[in-house]
């Protein structure tokens, strides 16, 4: 049983412009949303990450907006720049295990 | 500090053999997990580790196995490797007492021809 679903499968934006990633998850009893972003032979790298009790976080050029209600969460990369261009996973957890979505290949284009 | 360090990098198994990877944290941190990323099934809970006792087990036959030790590094093992086990294995430690925030390695590529 997919918990968490993610769209789209891969995305195409240009240099400068906003990259946006959803997320919807279903079990309510999930208290911890990061998201990871991973590049070809690498790790997954923790990006930004969000609880339930806020309905956004930024950092730098890196948003989360979350929907307790409707049970998603999103990304939104603004001013998308080529070094972007990566494989971006969203999850969610409550306690150690981490539950991925599939994923989102992402490619900035100039 | 140093990040999580995964050995070896890159491995080829033969179907029915076994295999050992390992796994050091970040300093001072005391949970490790591990999880296996494939194409088809992307990325997915094996078990996490906390002061040598396995606190959470994910939906993986017995063959799959891990410890950890008293210096919080860790170990998972493959018994009986099939074809199917190809993927990349990836080890995330946390300090395990508060916050959630994972830190993963570099994973190591395990090949089963």
């Known amino acids: 049983q997919q918990q968490v679903k993610q769209s789209p499968q891969s995305l195409i934006v240009q240099k400068g412009g906003i990259s946006i990633i959803n997320c919807a998850y279903e079990n309510t009893a999930f208290d911890y949303f990061p998201w990871y972003q991973q590049f070809p032979g690498k790790g997954p790298a923790l990006l930004i990450a969000i609880r339930p009790d806020v309905s956004e976080k930024k950092e730098g050029r890196f948003t989360i907006s979350f929907n307790k209600s409707a049970k998603q969460f999103s990304l939104h990369i603004m001013d998308s720049q080529p070094g972007d261009s990566a494989t971006y996973f969203c999850a969610a957890s409550k306690g150690e295990k981490l539950t991925f979505g599939t994923g989102t290949r992402l490619t900035i284009i100039p | 500090k140093a990040g999580v360090t995964q050995t070896p990098r890159y491995l080829i198994k033969t179907r029915g053999q076994q295999v050992t990877l390992s796994c050091s944290p970040i300093?001072?941190?005391?949970?490790v997990s591990w999880y296996q990323q494939t194409p088809g099934q992307g990325l997915q809970f094996l078990f996490e580790y906390f002061s040598e006792t396995q606190r959470n087990k994910g939906n993986f036959p017995g063959r799959f196995s891990g410890r950890q030790f008293s210096n919080s590094r860790s170990e998972m093992n493959v018994s009986t490797l099939e074809l199917g086990d190809s993927a990349l294995y990836l080890c995330?430690?946390?300090?395990?007492?508060?916050?959630?925030?994972?830190?993963f390695g570099p994973g190591t590529r395990l090949t089963v021809t």
């Open positions: 300093s001072g941190h005391r949970s």
């Open positions: 995330a430690s946390k300090p395990g007492t508060s916050g959630d925030e994972q830190y």
